[in-house]
């Protein structure tokens, strides 16, 4: 009964964001466009370096393909929570919907829903585009350990898209994490080159953020070969990860909630 309900409840909030994404056909075309000339600068950029390099024994093209594809794909996810409560707010229906029999952490989950798949078609098509399109060397998937890192990163974005919600609940500033993503995260994880190319304090940096070990792991999963040893260590650091940050972010936004109850501010923005 209780799968059933929520089964309805994900359908009805995934059919409003098709219906939503329908009016504004533009933006998606646009999207692509905008994929399509950053896989084709991306292309010229690996072509003007030269083969010769090959960041962990990975052809630089298919390097910068999985890692901002990925990097993008989590980045948005966690987007998805916040941009969520932000349009509650701004609609004046926040406190309505926090309030519903729902628990409040399960439907900010389904809600966000939508857009994690929305991104995750995306994902495909932009890494299909780039691995094929552009012929770039392809291996044997490690398929386990792709399916492995895909749902530990996506337990991690879950985690930081809570943390995310719970700093825009209490202070309206959840985009600060975004800022923080966007400005720096990106430079620390890997994302367009090796991290072992960074000087020691910052690799230091670069193994206590969750985003570094999915991109690495993905790359050797997908990019690595079949050996599943290749990619066993990257996956138990995001299993950590996940074990410790989902468990905070349900709690710092069950915990936002309740101190906005208290203080009477869940409806400003």
Request: charged content about 10%; proline content about 4%.
């Amino acid at each position: 009964m209780i799968v059933s309900g929520l089964a309805d409840k994900a359908w009805a909030i995934f059919r409003r964001d098709v219906l939503t994404a329908l009016r504004y056909r533009s933006a998606f075309l646009l999207t692509i466009a905008g994929a399509i000339t950053e896989l084709a600068a991306f292309y010229y950029l690996a072509k003007a370096i030269g083969p010769g390099f090959r960041p962990e024994g990975i052809d630089y093209f298919s390097f910068l393909v999985v890692g901002t594809g990925f990097y993008t794909f989590l980045v948005m996810g966690i987007h998805s929570f916040l941009q969520t409560v932000q349009d509650a707010q701004q609609s004046g229906t926040f406190e309505v919907l926090m309030t519903t029999s729902t628990t409040p952490s399960v439907l900010l989950c389904l809600s966000a829903m939508s857009a994690f798949l929305r991104n995750f078609v995306q994902f495909m098509l932009y890494l299909g585009a780039g691995l094929l399109l552009y012929r770039a060397p392809l291996r044997v998937p490690n398929i386990t350990a792709s399916l492995l890192v895909f749902c530990l990163s996506l337990g991690i974005a879950v985690s930081i898209g809570m943390m995310a919600a719970a700093l825009q609940v209490s202070i309206q500033k959840g985009s600060v994490v975004l800022y923080a993503l966007g400005s720096g995260a990106w430079l620390l994880t890997g994302t367009l080159f090796p991290v072992s190319n960074l000087p020691a304090p910052l690799r230091a940096t670069a193994t206590l953020i969750p985003i570094t070990h999915a991109l690495d792991a993905l790359r050797l999963a997908l990019l690595g070969g079949p050996r599943f040893a290749a990619v066993y260590q990257q996956i138990g650091i995001l299993a950590v990860f996940c074990v410790v940050l989902l468990p905070l972010g349900l709690l710092a936004f069950s915990h936002s909630l309740h101190r906005a109850r208290q203080e009477g501010t869940l409806s400003s923005y």
